[in-house]
């Protein structure tokens, strides 16, 4: 699993000190339209940004993301004055497409356990994954405070049991669409429970967990669907209910 909280706080560190291009914000937005040439920079760095860091991780440096957009880092940092926002921005933007997806599973599919595997086979195959936040993927034991456990941010802790809960966590007033996505997942495995279609044990961040597992990072894009595919029928197969 590339993101992890340590290549996380590396790249919130790195660069932000770097103040802002002329015409922008200190989040990275703009006050002015783009001149089609910055847009189009703009659009080959947001995609490099998206491939490097699902490929090495949120740590990777910004120069790997301008090489990879044939662009100046200087070009780079104009449109983004740290490398935290520029991680922010693609962290947001995989984390609303995935909300995004479950909530087209939610709403188009009748059964339940369809509803829940769709989610994860159009998530997976979409490599969004890769690019969750940290705050997403934490894990840990749940605590009784009278929340549904999809209504609670995870966090990482250690269980003796090994199972995996969420726990409740203090949220930021901008926590980048984390909230709402567990939400809306959190409603597709309410749903597969409740119909006795997936396993009792099995929580939100279980079903996370999965879609950053299943989608990993390969040379080949024919062998990385594959193994995707594969590696998710194999994962679905451990999230469903058996009869006893």
Not at 98 to 116: F, H, I, N, V
Not at 122 to 127: C, E
């Amino acid at each position: 699993m590339h993101v992890q909280d340590s290549r996380w706080s590396s790249a919130v560190a790195s660069g932000a000190t770097m103040s802002a291009a002329s015409g922008g914000r200190p989040d990275g937005t703009r006050t002015t339209p783009l001149r089609v040439d910055a847009q189009r920079n703009l659009e080959h760095v947001l995609r490099a940004a998206r491939e490097v860091f699902g490929e090495l991780g949120y740590g990777a440096p910004m120069e790997d993301v301008a090489r990879r957009a044939r662009v100046g880092v200087g070009t780079v940092y104009r449109r983004f004055p740290s490398k935290d926002v520029l991680v922010r921005r693609i962290a947001e933007e995989e984390t609303s497409r995935l909300t995004e997806q479950a909530r087209a599973a939610l709403g188009q599919e009748d059964e339940p356990w369809s509803a829940l595997s769709r989610f994860l086979r159009t998530s997976v195959a979409s490599g969004a994954g890769r690019l969750l936040p940290p705050q997403v993927l934490r894990v840990g034991v749940a605590e009784e405070r009278g929340l549904p456990e999809h209504a609670r941010l995870p966090q990482q802790r250690t269980q003796p049991t090994g199972e995996l809960r969420l726990v409740p966590e203090e949220r930021a007033a901008d926590d980048g669409g984390a909230t709402e996505l567990l939400d809306v997942v959190g409603q597709l495995v309410e749903r597969a429970r409740a119909a006795g279609e997936l396993r009792a044990d099995v929580s939100v961040s279980d079903v996370l967990l999965v879609i950053a597992t299943a989608a990993p990072s390969l040379p080949d894009a024919a062998q990385q669907a594959a193994a995707s595919a594969r590696l998710l029928d194999i994962l679905l197969e451990g999230l469903r209910s058996r009869p006893s």
